[in-house]
């Protein structure tokens, strides 16, 4: 593991030892870490956004898709029906 230090107004060392305390880190680094690597996730997913906005449209986001997506998160494999509903149905 590489090291880097970093320099920090007082203020702001207060907060990450506070945030240390209060969350349960044990130390600084993991703290720092924990940081970089909610930043790396919020990025991974601002850019799958962005992805998915300029990738051309395929289809229909009706009911029929949406329960076909709920059966494959709950691990039903079955394909999304193609029969078309102008409802959603409630749940």
């Known amino acids: 593991m ?12 207060e907060f990450v030892d506070q945030q240390v305390a209060e969350r349960g880190y044990g130390t600084s680094s993991e703290y ?3 940081l970089i690597r909610r930043e790396q996730d919020r990025l991974q ?11 051309p449209r395929t289809g229909e986001a009706d009911a029929v898709y949406f329960d076909g997506l709920r059966d494959r998160v709950r691990g039903k494999s079955a394909p999304p029906s193609s029969k078309k509903t102008t409802t959603p149905r409630k749940r």
């Open 2 to 13: 590489g090291t880097m230090n970093v320099s920090l107004p007082e203020g702001m060392k």
């Open 32 to 34: 720092i870490r924990d």
């Open 45 to 55: 997913l601002r850019n799958l956004i962005l992805e998915g906005a300029t990738a």
